[in-house]
């Protein structure tokens, strides 16, 4: 079965940059998806297809995908953007597949 | 903006039905353009797809828990529904209702989780 990878955890001051890693086998031959979640509250879609973010997500979010590595990153983080994420796939023998998430934590 | 909202018991014996709901409001279940489906978090475990259901009523669901799992629609309350029989601990988790955009294949809009508890 495919298997994404994720940090569990990645520290940030605020306004900084964070980036988050998905690994996976030639991961750049998918379209990866990310969504946050935070206590409490539905999970949100912040990136889809690799590098697209939905109306409403902050220009600050930016994702890139290639080789065995795909890549959120938020740029001037902000202490709202502390959450877990999470990156998904769809993957023809192993269905909907999901990393195991990484906890943002803003300093 | 569409929202999901799940609903049900939060604690179920084990060997018994495990039955979920799942509202949608801000728009309609009857769309072309997506599946609705249910995810599910087991405490310290990862994300867990468990299938999909059009407003037709076709579903799809993971192997692993085919045997086990039912889902369904009713279109006149704009709601779909999970069943899962024969439950045991390990059916313990946070389940998520969830929208299947078929363009992309990705969860766009998402419940905010109920805890189901199997246990005596």
């Known amino acids: 079965s495919y298997v994404l990878t994720q940090p569990p955890s990645v520290s940030v001051a605020p306004g900084k940059t964070a980036t988050i890693t998905c690994g996976g086998d030639?991961?750049?031959?998918?379209?990866v998806h990310w969504f946050q979640r935070k206590p409490g509250q539905a999970p949100v879609l912040v990136m889809y297809?690799?590098?697209d973010r939905p109306s409403g997500i902050p220009e600050r979010f930016s994702g890139s995908n290639s080789g065995d590595t795909a890549t959120l990153t938020i740029s001037r983080v902000e202490v709202g953007d502390e959450a877990d994420y999470f990156c998904?796939?769809?993957?023809?023998?192993?269905?909907?597949?999901f990393g195991s998430g990484t906890k943002v934590t803003v300093l | 903006q569409l929202q999901l909202q799940e609903s049900g018991p939060g604690l179920v014996k084990p060997s018994e039905t495990l039955s979920l709901t799942c509202t949608v409001s801000g728009g309609s279940i009857s769309s072309s353009d997506s599946y609705w489906g249910w995810i599910r978090q087991p405490p310290g475990k990862a994300l867990e797809y468990i299938g999909t259901v059009f407003y037709s009523g076709s579903t799809y669901y993971s192997p692993s828990l085919r045997s086990r799992v039912a889902m369904s629609v009713d279109t006149s309350k704009n709601q779909f529904s999970l069943k899962v029989t024969s439950v045991s601990a390990a059916d313990t988790a946070v389940y998520y209702c969830?929208?299947?955009?078929?363009?992309?294949?990705?969860?766009?809009?998402w419940g905010q989780g109920t805890l189901v508890t199997v246990s005596s």
């Open positions: 969830v929208r299947l955009l078929k363009v992309g294949r990705k969860f766009d809009r």
């Open positions: 030639n991961i750049g031959s998918y379209s």
């Open positions: 998904h796939v769809w993957d023809s023998s192993s269905d909907y597949v």
């Open positions: 297809d690799d590098s």
